[in-house]
């Protein structure tokens, strides 16, 4: 081991990814040597990310599928919502992979490196890993920190879904409209549904999803998705073209807390997902560019990145889910027929004024949320 890198990186994912390839297109940091260290090759399509944008976004030319309007069904609404002035776009993980991959090639300042690491030192300065160890002069960590699952004063959420990309012998989807929640099945009166990314007319991921304080067994899911295809949109002929999984924290742990002079957290691990909803693409965006910002401005890499009124937002509305989860249903029933999409993504991106967001609050009270206020504010 005889390189000492500028940054290390812990974490060739998303966020690890979108870092470096921000910090290699800034002159600011031209001749210094990055370390992306990552377990896996990243050669697997082993998840699929959606977001909503306005007009066009820098990662256009890897959208594999765009939608215009949404679907929100549940045993008491039937509502197609239009998206405009947005978009929902889908990348699939392995074009983004290889897209940045292939941009980080030519640089010569940045390497990749397949290595497990289980700590940083902050004496040492080094990131200990299973085959060496890699000394930097700072390091971006994407590894959930150990204290989370010991620490019992926040509200945990556990956003999970097995999908199945599927294949009909019939047209059965519209392909300019997908769901964003199908609350017709649930699983034992939970906060469970189905999500479905039409591709085709006989193409979708359909996917089974829950946001609950309990972990599901794995045969649910397959349980739920027959279930759904056979019972509930009464498709009988199909093939499984492939399977994908996820586990997605949804909590309001300050994760930023962990921050250190020598070390920042990134992605899972530093709290960029959205608590209330799982979403991390756009916010991966814009917080690496606030990165980006702050070094460039001589300020710690990880100020201010999360945006605290929210975190109490989304605290209040995790601890709902938490304590009445048999009402997820209900709470989000009134939250997509009482607002617009547009006021909806505005305020899922931390872009509305408090007028805005009282509007959203307003829509959704219910003694449970004057509950969850006292008990996290």
Same mark, same amino acid.
């Given at each position: 081991m005889g390189i000492t890198y500028f940054y290390v990186i812990v974490g060739g994912g998303l966020a690890g990814l979108q870092l470096a390839h921000k910090l290699s297109k800034e002159v600011f940091f031209k001749g210094k040597k990055i370390a992306i260290i990552d377990p896996s090759e990243k050669n697997e399509n082993d998840k699929t990310w959606c977001f909503w944008?306005?007009? @066009?976004? @820098?990662? +256009?030319?890897?959208?594999?599928?765009?939608?215009?309007?949404?679907?929100?069904?549940?045993a008491e609404q039937d509502l197609k919502l239009d998206l405009s002035p947005y978009k929902?776009?889908?990348?699939?993980?392995?074009? =983004?992979?290889?897209? !940045?991959?292939?941009?980080?090639?030519? %640089?010569?300042?940045? %390497?990749?490196?397949? +290595?497990?690491?289980? /700590? !940083? +030192? *902050?004496?040492?300065?080094q990131a200990i890993g299973e085959k060496d160890n890699y000394s930097a002069t700072h390091f971006f960590d994407s590894r959930i920190p150990s204290s989370y699952d010991k620490d019992e004063k926040?509200?945990? %959420?556990?956003? $999970?879904?097995?999908?199945?990309? !599927?294949?009909?012998?019939?047209? @059965? =989807?519209? *392909?300019s409209s997908f769901t964003m929640m199908?609350? /017709?099945? /649930?699983?034992?009166?939970?906060?469970?549904?189905?999500?479905?990314? *039409?591709?085709?007319?006989?193409?979708?991921?359909?996917? =089974?999803?829950?946001?609950? *304080?309990?972990?599901?067994?794995?045969?649910?899911? +397959?349980?739920?998705?027959? $279930?759904?295809?056979?019972?509930? %949109?009464? !498709?009988?002929d199909y093939k499984i073209i492939s399977v994908e999984s996820g586990f997605i924290p949804m909590t309001d742990f300050p994760f930023e807390e962990i921050n250190r002079k020598e070390i920042t957290k990134i992605g899972t691990g530093g709290g960029w997902v959205k608590p209330s909803t799982g979403y991390s693409f756009k916010s991966t965006e814009k917080k690496v560019d606030k990165i980006v910002d702050n070094i460039k401005r001589g300020l710690p890499p990880g100020k201010d990145l999360i945006n605290k009124k929210f975190r109490r937002y989304d605290a209040i509305f995790l601890d709902v889910l938490a304590r009445h989860n048999e009402k997820g249903d209900s709470i989000f029933s009134k939250l997509y027929a009482k607002n617009s999409m547009e006021n909806i993504f505005k305020y899922l991106d931390e872009e509305t004024s408090l007028s805005e967001e009282m509007k959203i609050m307003f829509s959704l009270f219910g003694m449970e949320f004057i509950a969850s206020f006292f008990r996290k504010i």
């Open positions: 944008e306005k007009g @066009q976004g @820098q990662w +256009d030319k890897i959208v594999s599928k765009t939608w215009t309007s949404t679907n929100f069904l549940s929902y776009k889908r990348i699939k993980s392995l074009d =983004f992979y290889n897209f !940045i991959k292939k941009e980080l090639s030519t %640089i010569s300042d940045i %390497i990749f490196i397949e +290595d497990e690491i289980s /700590r !940083i +030192d *902050p004496v040492t300065m926040y509200t945990k %959420i556990y956003q $999970q879904f097995k999908g199945w990309y !599927i294949e009909t012998e019939n047209c @059965q =989807f519209d *392909p199908d609350y /017709r099945l /649930r699983h034992n009166n939970s906060t469970s549904f189905t999500y479905i990314l *039409p591709e085709t007319k006989k193409k979708a991921l359909v996917e =089974f999803t829950f946001f609950t *304080p309990f972990i599901a067994e794995d045969h649910v899911y +397959d349980e739920m998705l027959k $279930q759904y295809l056979s019972e509930v %949109i009464e !498709i009988k």
